[in-house]
C-alpha cells in the first residue's frame, strides 16, 4: 500500500477522501479528534504545493445529521492553518470550474458526497469507476488518497472508486490506523479483555463473536449490556420499550447465543443507573424500572473497574453509557480512566469513544492506541479485509 511519501504532489491535483462526520447539536457540528486529524492531513498536502480536493460526507440522507458541509470547512481551516474554500456542489460545472483554477497549495471542500445517489452503493472499483463521480472528476486530478480508514469498511465510490483509474495511495490518518491496529492481529496478551457498550449492536456483536472464544473476559454495558440482561430473562421496562422502537432487537437472537456460548466469559452489569429526577442506581434484581436507563450503575462501574486494572490486553468499542447527557457521564468516564490507570496493551475503538476520551482528558500516552473508526475498527480487528484498504493494495 503506496503512502503519501510515495507521490510527487507538488502541483499535482489531488483527490483526498477523508472521514469528517460529526456529532450534530442543534443543527450545528461538533468540533471532533476525526476533524483535527485530517487537517494534519491536509496541511501537509498543502505545505508540499498539492491542489488538494476533499471528498466527505456528513449523515445519511432522511437522517437528522444529513447536512452540507460549510462548516467543516471553517472547522478544518481553523486546525489546519489554511484557507479551505467550500462549494456547495460535488459534480457540476462549477466544480470541473474550481479544481481547473486551483493553484499550487490551494485546497477545496466539495460538498456531501452522500448527495449523490450512487455513493452509497456497494460495487467493485472498476464498477464505481464507471459511476458519474469518477467519471467526472477523475479527469481533472492526478492522484487519489484515501485518508478515511473509518469508512473504508464500505465499497462505496469516493472510497474505492478512484483506484481503478488513478495513482492511490494512504493518508496519514489511514497509514496510522492501519500500522496501530495491526499490532493487535494475532497477539494475546492474558489476562485479555473485551469491553463493549454504546448503540450499536450489529456492529459490536461482531467483535465478541470474533473475540469470545480467545478473550477470558467480555464486559458488556450500555445498549449491548441491556440486550444481555434481557437474554438472561431479565425485564428492563421503560428501555426496553426504547429499545424496540429503535429496532434494535434485530440482533437478539445472536444475543442470546453468544451468552449461551460464553456465559463463563461475559460479565453482566449488576445494577443500572436510571433517570428518576436525576442519577439513581438500580439493581439489576429491582427491575423494571419505569425509569429511563441511561448508563450502568456504582457497583457495575467499581466491578468492571477492577477487571479491567488486571487485564494485559484490552479492547474497546462502545461506551457504557450516555456520557453527552448531563449525570450518567460517569460510567464513561470511571471506565476510560481505568483503562488508562491499567498497564494493559489497549486499543480502544469508535467514534464515540474517541470523542470521550477527549471530554474527559484521558492521557492518551497511556493508551496504546485510540482508533477513530468504529464499524472499520471492528472488522479489522476481527480479520476482515476492508474494501477500501485492498482497492489501495
Known amino acids: ?164 483509474v488513478m495513482k492511490s495511495a494512504a493518508g496519514r490518518v489511514m497509514q496510522k490506523e492501519v500500522e496501530n491496529c495491526s499490532r493487535f492481529l494475532g497477539i494475546v496478551k492474558r489476562p485479555f479483555i473485551l469491553v463493549v457498550g454504546g448503540k450499536k449492536p450489529k456492529e459490536v456483536l461482531d467483535i465478541v463473536a470474533h473475540h469470545a472464544p480467545k478473550c477470558d473476559s467480555v464486559l458488556v454495558s450500555g445498549v449491548i449490556g441491556e440486550l444481555f440482561l434481557l437474554a438472561t430473562g431479565r425485564e428492563l421496562g421503560s428501555k426496553e420499550g426504547w429499545i424496540r422502537k429503535n429496532g434494535l432487537m434485530d440482533t437478539f437472537d445472536l444475543v442470546k447465543k453468544l451468552y449461551s456460548n460464553h456465559k463463563s466469559k461475559i460479565m453482566l452489569p449488576v445494577d443500572v443507573a436510571a433517570d428518576s429526577h436525576g442519577r439513581k442506581d438500580v439493581s439489576v434484581e429491582g427491575l423494571p424500572s419505569k425509569d429511563m436507563i441511561w448508563d450502568i450503575g456504582s457497583r457495575t462501574i467499581a466491578l468492571f473497574s477492577t477487571e479491567i486494572k488486571k487485564s494485559r490486553m484490552l479492547i474497546m468499542k462502545g461506551t457504557p453509557g450516555n456520557y453527552l447527557m448531563k449525570g450518567f457521564e460517569k ?29 474527559f482528558g484521558i492521557d492518551k ?29
Open 331 to 359: 460510567g464513561t468516564r470511571e471506565i476510560l480512566k481505568a483503562v488508562e490507570g491499567s498497564k494493559a496493551f489497549s486499543l480502544l475503538g469508535g467514534g464515540d469513544t474517541s470523542t470521550a476520551v477527549g471530554l
Open 1 to 164: 500500500m503506496l503512502t503519501i511519501d510515495d507521490l510527487k504532489v507538488k502541483g499535482r491535483t489531488v483527490f483526498l477522501r477523508v472521514d469528517i462526520n460529526a456529532p450534530v447539536e442543534d443543527g450545528r457540528i461538533l468540533d471532533n479528534e476525526r476533524i483535527r486529524a485530517h487537517a494534519g492531513t491536509i496541511k501537509e498536502l498543502s505545505d508540499k504545493g498539492a491542489k488538494t480536493v476533499i471528498l466527505g460526507h456528513q449523515g445519511r440522507k432522511g437522517d437528522p445529521d444529513f447536512l452540507p458541509l460549510k462548516q467543516h470547512a471553517a472547522l478544518l481551516s481553523k486546525h489546519a492553518g489554511k484557507r479551505i474554500r467550500f462549494i456547495d456542489d460535488v459534480v457540476g460545472a462549477r466544480v470541473t470550474e474550481a479544481i481547473k483554477n486551483l493553484k499550487d497549495g490551494e485546497i477545496l471542500l466539495l460538498d456531501n458526497v452522500r448527495n449523490l445517489k450512487e455513493e452509497t452503493f456497494e460495487l467493485s472499483p472498476r464498477d464505481h469507476s464507471k459511476g458519474r463521480l469518477v467519471k467526472t472528476l477523475a479527469p481533472l486530478g492526478d492522484f487519489f488518497i484515501n485518508d478515511a480508514f473509518s469508512v473504508s469498511h464500505r465499497s462505496h465510490a469516493s472510497v474505492v472508486g478512484f483506484t481503478a
Open 365 to 393: 500516552k497511556k493508551i496504546t492506541y485510540v482508533s477513530l473508526a468504529g464499524g472499520a475498527f471492528i472488522e479489522f480487528v476481527s480479520g476482515r479485509k476492508l474494501p477500501g484498504i485492498e482497492a489501495l493494495k
